[in-house]
Antibody, heavy 115, light 112 residues
Framework: QVQLQESGPGLVKPSETLSLTCTVSGGSISSYYWSWIRQPPGKGLEWIGYIYYSGSTNYNPSLKSRVTISVDTSKNQFSLKLSSVTAADTAVYYC?????????WGKGTTVTVSS | QSALTQPASVSGSPGQSITISCTGTSSDVGSYNLVSWYQQHPGKAPKLMIYEVSKRPSGVSNRFSGSKSGNTASLTISGLQAEDEADYYCCSYAGSSTSYVVFGGGTKLTVL
């Protein structure tokens, strides 16, 4: 059974870069799309972007200038980098398998942006 | 890219049926059969309930069903149970030229 696990710092300073990794276990990262989604406290889900295992990406236009998603097939991982963060980027960050049809999700990791 | 429109809240009594709407545009919901629905309990990750408008993943109760008409997709839950109380989000593919994905704002379902 495929499982996803997000990892990374829980606290990031304003203007710095948020970096998270999603490790895929129980299956291969190949032949699937992989997504990042976030949820600010008390708010709804927001699509951040996705990557195909081959490396092609697509990002939310509202975040596009600050987002980079990459994949490391040798480690069965994919990663998120979000630059120039502000308090508005405080959220639970989820990784998931799929693009619209996201059938496996990580448990989520809380990232707080604060000095 | 705008969020899909969902009612903020719906409610129903145990055993009843409810429907949650998800309104998009001709650029997303109206053009593609790539609409999914997610259930989220407090403090938990979302769970896929419906994909490709009306398909149910293995293990999801057949009390959950999906449909689409024009630019509006719908999730119907029949035979409401207490454990159905949760937030529900729709999600759609949003264009062949952009390949974006867009979520609805979410609907809080209360089982009375």
């Amino acid at each position: 059974q495929v499982q996803l696990q997000e990892s990374g710092p829980g606290l990031v300073k304003p203007s710095e870069t948020l970096s998270l990794t999603c490790t895929v276990s129980g299956g291969s990262i190949s032949s699937y799309y992989w997504s990042w989604i976030r949820q600010p406290p008390g708010k709804g889900l927001e699509w951040i972007g996705y990557i195909y295992y081959s490396g092609s990406t697509n990002y939310n236009p509202s975040l596009k200038s600050r987002v980079t998603i990459s994949v490391d097939t040798s480690k069965n991982q994919f990663s998120l980098k979000l630059s120039s963060v502000t308090a508005a980027d405080t959220a639970v960050y989820y990784c998931a398998r799929g693009m619209v049809h996201m059938d496996v999700w990580g448990k989520g990791t809380t990232v707080t942006v604060s000095s | 890219q705008s969020a899909l429109t969902q009612p903020a809240s719906v409610s129903g009594s145990p055993g009843q049926s409810i429907t949650i709407s998800c309104t998009g545009t001709s650029s997303d919901v109206g053009s593609y059969n790539l609409v999914s629905w997610y259930q989220q309990h407090p403090g938990k990750a979302p769970k896929l309930m419906i994909y490709e408008v009306s398909k149910r993943p293995s293990g999801v109760s057949n009390r959950f069903s999906g449909s689409k008409s024009g630019n509006t997709a719908s999730l119907t839950i029949s035979g409401l149970q207490a454990e159905d109380e949760a937030d529900y989000y729709c999600c759609s593919y949003a264009g062949s030229s952009t390949s974006y994905v867009v979520f609805g704002g979410g609907t809080k379902l209360t089982v009375l």
